[in-house]
């Protein structure tokens, strides 16, 4: 049995250890951006459970844990160590309250987008639009079907349904019915 020297056993702990760190890093990055993806989703659907009660009443069935619309789930934030060499410019800081976000407003672009067709558009191709316009925005499918619904909710965009296909268009100014 050959013994290998300390250095080279010291060598091979921290690459490992400089890997398994590196891997950390990422699943919490990604983790990090699946969070604020659920905390969006959790936000509209709060909306539009609030728009939903304004316009019917009070829903006879109870919200989980007893919380109202307006009181979304506290959720603790995930901690991101700093990476192997420190680069504080990646980070971005997380806006905490509503409107406190420098981005537009999801519903604001896809408004901004079904304004630009004077036919009815699908989720997906919205979706698909929005991500090849806005690089950096990826809402989930469901986040954006959720948003155009909170939108005709307010009455500024119109569902169509052909078969089993739902499609929405914008309402234009002085076109409402």
């Known amino acids: ?12 702990y921290v690459e490992q250890a400089a890997s398994d760190l590196e891997k950390n890093h990422q699943r919490q990055r990604e983790l990090a951006e699946e969070l604020r993806t659920l905390k969006q989703e959790e936000a509209l659907l709060a909306e539009i459970l609030s728009v939903a009660e304004r316009h019917e ?4 069935r109870a919200l989980p844990s007893g919380r109202t619309p307006a009181e979304p789930a506290a959720i603790p934030t995930v901690p991101t160590a700093p990476a192997v060499p420190a680069v504080p410019a990646a980070r971005t800081t997380k806006a905490g309250a509503k409107g406190t976000s420098h981005r537009p407003l999801l519903g604001d672009l896809l408004a901004e987008l079904l304004g630009r067709h004077e036919e009815p558009c699908l989720a997906k191709d919205l979706r698909d639009e929005l991500m090849a316009t806005y690089p950096k925005r990826n809402p989930t499918p469901q986040v954006v079907r959720n948003t155009l619904e909170s939108l005709v909710a307010k009455g500024r965009v119109r569902r169509h349904k052909q078969q089993r296909s739902v499609m929405y268009t914008l309402v234009r100014a002085g076109l409402a019915d």
């Open 1 to 12: 049995m050959t013994l290998q020297p300390a250095s080279t056993l010291r060598s091979r």
């Open 57 to 60: 009443g009070p829903s006879d």
